[in-house]
């Protein structure tokens, strides 16, 4: 039928060995009279099953850009994700009685960037999360350069490079850091104790010619 093909259209492709139905199910045991709420996390661009247990005549969804609902029958509605955000949905039968309340949040689907970045930088302590429309590296890598490539490969997953935040730290930067004092800490010792600094001196693991 032309809704069912329209349905699975606004689908994102299921991978190579998915099963043809691999959209999220919500089945809802029981619905009753009673105002029931549920809450549900959908991944941007992927799509939720309702399936009720007594018939829904009308269903209401607060902030339709967000989440497009498709009614395929009185028991079974389509969700499918628009634009990261929350909103909810309100399904009622024919007496106008609410069947059930479902707060619903729409977060980018991670799971593919957290992948890229385990394959990429397989040494480091990375996690990504996502916040509101941003998402957010933290952990740990070798060095600044690390740091950098991670937050690229991240604006480029998102295609939205000022909506990465990145809280990554770098490891060793303060072994670095240490060593160069340790140097100016030497020089000064020598430059207290008269060592004509016009020769070459050996002082442990360091070799100064100045």
Known sequence: PLLAGLIFACMPPAPAGAAAG?????????????????????????????????????????????????????????????????????????????????????????????????????????????????????????TAADADKARDLAARYIGKPDQVLNMLSIEGKEQVMLKVTVAEMQRSVIKQLGVNLGTVGDFGNFALRL
Do not use: C
């Open 22 to 142: 691999d959209a999220q199910l919500v089945k809802v045991d029981q619905g009753g009279l009673g105002r029931g709420s549920r809450s549900i996390v959908l991944g941007l661009n992927k799509a939720a099953i309702v399936e009720l247990p007594v018939a829904a005549r009308d269903v209401l969804v607060s902030n339709p850009a967000i989440v497009d609902a498709v009614v395929r029958s009185t028991t079974r509605t389509y969700l499918i994700a628009l634009a990261v955000g929350q909103t909810n949905a309100f399904f009622f039968n024919d007496k106008g009685q609410q069947i059930l309340n479902l707060e619903i949040r729409v977060e980018r689907d991670l799971t593919g960037l957290r992948d890229a970045l385990r394959h990429y930088f397989p040494d480091a302590r990375l996690d990504v999360q996502a916040m509101n429309d941003h998402i957010v590296l933290s952990g740990s890598v070798a």
